[in-house]
């Protein structure tokens, strides 16, 4: 097993908190399970990810709104929307 330092853990713990918060908030909003899921999914690979109302926002250059689906992608034509299109 590998060992972790105190920071490791640290950084560890307040990520597993921020997705729990992220995702108490998806589900006090009454953001649809396929727009909690697809949250996760994209946070997985991309951090500077977020929800604003029930829409997620991310890099603050693409919004996805529900139905979470690639033509509700929004945001200036370049690699970040075709990277998150690729995603959805």
Sequence with gaps: LLSLSPL???NKARTE??????????????????????FQTIHKTIKDCKWQEKNI?????????PPYQVENCKGKEGSALSHVRKIV
């Design 8 to 10: 490791q853990l640290a």
């Design 17 to 38: 908190k921020e997705e729990k918060m992220s995702q108490a908030y998806a589900i006090s909003a009454g953001v649809s399970l396929e727009g909690q899921q697809l």
């Design 57 to 65: 926002v991310v890099m603050e250059e693409v919004v996805i709104a």
